[in-house]
């Protein structure tokens, strides 16, 4: 669709927000575990704000990617700066990172890494996130840091 909304139909990306009984803690060790090399699934807080800037952030972090041009040393952790809208890992975790598990957002780029991070993390209350590319968002988490 071209216009001021785009969609992305990519079998491999989906968010979802969930929740589990785990601690914060032991959900950020599964999702590392299950996240290989640029395959990722990646927690952050559940906020409709930052759900407009999800897809924007994946194609700006996966074009720093490409360009050889990452200010962290990770995809995943390209794309929290970008959510963020910042250059600190930090301060990016302060802002968007998981907080809770009770109700969080799920980002994965690899329906590997997804099914294993759904299976082990034990999800409940699970519900599919469409993801959509706003054009008013996406200059916005492009240019994030850059001042």
Known sequence: MIGKDAYIEDDEIAAFTASSEKSIQELLELSSLVSKNDEFVLLLKNDKKLITRLLAAYINAKMRATDENMRSDSLQKEMLLFSAGSMNINNAIK???V???KNFIVFGNSNLAISKFKEKANLKNIHKLRLKLDA???YEVASAGLD
């Open 136 to 138: 008013s968002k996406a």
């Open 99 to 101: 907080q809770s598990g």
């Open 95 to 97: 802002t968007v990172g």
